[in-house]
């Protein structure tokens, strides 16, 4: 394992399109974390799962966001119906269970809705 | 919601001066983290601070907590131009029910060469 990985980079999209991102964490890290960062600002948190099961999610998670974590391993945040706020850099964090531990986070995936 | 809120906004200052930056939170909180975050890239993790630890130093880094006046420092000493960075705190209020980290926006440090 290499450290968390997501995918695309970058992504740019047309308005009201769908998109999908992908995030690979450490492999035994049971819990994922999505965070979104907007120019200027920290990282605020969107989403968060340990093992498959999402265990909290943000106000900021509109009925258009989605995100799964299928057995445990990888997981999906979706988009749907994108609009030009949603342009921002996607951040996914692991971490293992229990105790005190910081996050490990990927490079992120900016996206740009235009 | 932001919890943390990094003090200053922006910092510059020479390579070898040490650099100071300030984090203030409202709420009761089980550790408290600062990472790094160099520009268009992930957050490193640099240091985690318990809620009954008041010092602790990791190389060049270290950082206080202060749990009565709720706040936290993190100093960079001898610093280098490859410091140059945004650096954020986050409070992990795991004990209040909330599995998450809460960052701050952030203090952008610049070291000139």
């Known amino acids: 394992d290499t450290g968390v990985s997501q995918d695309p980079r970058h992504k740019i999209t047309k308005r009201g399109q769908n998109v999908t991102f992908r995030c690979d964490p450490i492999?035994?890290?049971?819990?994922l974390y999505w965070y979104r960062q907007t120019l200027g600002q920290g990282p605020e948190f969107l989403t968060y799962?340990?093992?498959?099961?999402?265990?909290?999610k943000s106000r900021l998670l509109s009925d258009r966001f989605s995100a799964e974590r299928p057995k445990g391993s990888f997981s999906t945040l979706e988009i749907q119906r994108t609009e030009q706020g949603d342009s921002a850099m996607y951040l996914c964090?692991?971490?293992?269970?229990?105790?005190?531990?910081?996050?490990?986070f990927g490079s992120g995936t900016r996206l740009t809705v235009v | 919601s932001q919890q943390g809120e990094e003090d200053p906004q922006a910092l510059s200052i020479q390579e070898g001066e040490n650099a100071t930056m300030n984090c203030s939170y409202k709420?009761?909180?089980?550790?408290l983290q600062w990472y790094r975050q160099n520009s268009g890239r992930g957050l490193v993790h640099l240091i985690l601070i318990r809620s009954n630890e008041r010092e602790k130093h990791s190389g060049r880094l270290r950082v206080t907590l202060d749990t009565s006046k709720k706040s936290s420092s993190l100093l960079i000493t001898a610093s280098r131009a490859a410091d140059t960075a945004s650096y954020f705190c986050a409070t992990d209020r795991s004990q209040g029910g909330s599995e998450k980290l809460v960052f701050g926006k952030g203090t952008k440090l610049t070291v000139n060469p």
């Open positions: 492999s035994e890290h049971n819990r």
């Open positions: 799962f340990q093992n498959e099961a999402q265990l909290e």
């Open positions: 964090a692991s971490s293992p269970k229990g105790g005190d531990y910081g996050y490990t």
């Open positions: 709420t009761s909180i089980n550790n």
